[in-house]
């Protein structure tokens, strides 16, 4: 059985740099970030959408994507994310991108051996003392670095993000991560966006300011609507 799917979005220009791609989002996640937008898709709101309609659509556009992006929800939390990835990779031929909170080491260990997935995006959500802050649930952090330290190694195209949320991290907070993050390849730092997020006290939360971010940290990129 294939994994969940709440959401496919085709195509999408933002969610692989560089590239034009179909994304489908996964149902279920085991974290509570406060700031999560997805909360459909945590929280189990969103109606599984037909496989096979998506393999459809798939099939129909596969000459004008250049790869396909499976987010989240969690894609690693399902059992079933490997076989799903080969159908989709039978059926397409497209190069897959992976966005994961980094939970499941194994799953991704899995993943890189069989030669899944092309590229993977990692949430870092912070320093790991405040990882369960964070995620809104209580982390064992060790799984966190073996999937940042597998990563690293991996030789796949990987991208490690951070989303700054003034009221949940400090300035500190962002120096601690630089020096964290320094050596481990490409790390963006995302601002946070107001909205519809799960902590109905950060809606109207405080937001980032770019320029501060730059100063802060010259050479990391900051990403996000200004
Ligand atoms: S932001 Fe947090 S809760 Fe939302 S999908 Fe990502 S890991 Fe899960």
Known sequence: MAVPIGAFLNPSFLDWDGRVSAVLFCIGCPFRCPF??????????ARPRSFNRILSSLRKTTGFL?????SGGEPAMHSSLPETIRTL??????????????????????LLEEKLIDAVAMDVKGPMESYSLLAGVRVDTNRIRRSMDLLTRSGAEVLFRTTYVPDLMTER???????MMQDRGRWVVQLFRPGVTLAKELR???????????????GV???GRE
């Open 36 to 45: 999560c937008h997805n909360a459909r898709l945590v929280l189990g709101g």
């Open 66 to 70: 250049d790869g396909l992006v499976l």
């Open 89 to 110: 990779r039978e059926e397409t031929g497209l190069p897959v991108k992976l966005d994961t909170n980094g939970l499941y080491p194994e799953m991704l260990a899995a």
């Open 173 to 179: 907070d962002l120096l601690e991560m630089r020096l």
């Open 204 to 218: 109207q939360g405080r937001k980032p300011d770019p320029d501060r971010l730059r100063a802060l940290l010259p």
């Open 221 to 223: 990129e900051i990403r």
